[in-house]
């Protein structure tokens, strides 16, 4: 079975960073390119990063770009997002996402909220 | 990277159908075919309904089907059961620069 696990969400005030997590299992990670996926409270779904299956092609959504971060560790099977400079229009789930080959997401996990706030 | 344009709401009664449009541009939907639907019930996780327009993944009823014309891709759900009341996203590849966009989300509701 897939299963995608996000954690490493929580409280941080304005200006601050968070490191999220997604552990996956399932399935052979490093055969799959991923996604960070966000949404604020009542919003609509936000696209956030992409990184390859190696981890050498990364790509990021204006709103986030310089702030934030995509990596992974293929022998962990684990997915990361290093977000800095945080504000409060930041505040939202975050999900992490398979990549199901052609631009479409296939398999999700249950999201991490981020709230930022002081 | 503006969100591709869906109507706020539409609604259907039980058995009928009721179809979600998708509006982007000749720079994402109406470039490729790489147009996605997912299904969100509150408090969940997104799921995908349909990939590259038209297809259904594994398990997905085939109530569920995709279509598009021009820079509009539309998702037709066929059969209204009551536990298709959900928000519908679209989603669709933007091209160069790895550019993916979703749309504004449909509030589906089954009177």
């Known amino acids: 079975e897939v299963q995608l696990v996000e954690s490493g969400g929580g409280l941080v005030q304005p200006g601050g960073s968070l490191r999220l997590s997604c552990i996956v299992s399932?399935?052979?990670?490093?055969?799959?390119?991923m996604d960070w996926v966000r949404q604020a409270p009542g919003k609509g779904l936000e696209w956030v990063s992409y990184?390859?299956?190696?981890?050498?092609?990364?790509y990021y959504a204006e709103s986030v770009k310089g702030r934030f971060t995509i990596s992974r560790d293929n022998a962990r099977n684990s997915l990361y997002l290093q977000m800095n400079s945080l504000s409060a229009e930041d505040t939202a789930f975050y999900y992490c996402?398979?990549?199901?080959?052609?631009?479409?997401?296939?398999?999700w996990g249950q999201g991490t909220l981020v709230t930022v706030s002081s | 990277q503006s969100a591709l344009t869906q109507p706020p709401s539409a609604s259907g009664s039980p058995g009928q159908s009721v179809t979600i449009s998708c509006t982007g541009t000749?720079?994402?939907?109406?470039?490729?075919?790489?147009v996605s639907w997912y299904q969100q019930h509150p408090g969940k996780a997104p799921k995908l309904m349909i990939y590259?327009?038209?297809k259904r993944p594994s398990g997905v009823p085939d109530r569920f089907s995709g279509s598009k014309s021009g820079n509009t891709a539309s998702l037709t759900v066929s059969g209204l059961q009551a536990e298709d009341e959900a928000d519908y996203y679209c989603?669709?590849?933007?091209?160069?620069?790895?550019?993916?966009?979703f749309g504004t989300g449909t509030k589906v509701t089954v009177l």
């Open positions: 996402a398979r990549d199901g080959g052609t631009w479409n997401n296939d398999y």
């Open positions: 399932g399935f052979t990670f490093s055969n799959y390119e």
């Open positions: 990184i390859s299956s190696s981890g050498s092609g990364k």
């Open positions: 000749s720079s994402d939907v109406g470039a490729y075919n790489y």
């Open positions: 590259e327009v038209r």
């Open positions: 989603s669709s590849y933007g091209g160069s620069n790895r550019y993916y966009v």
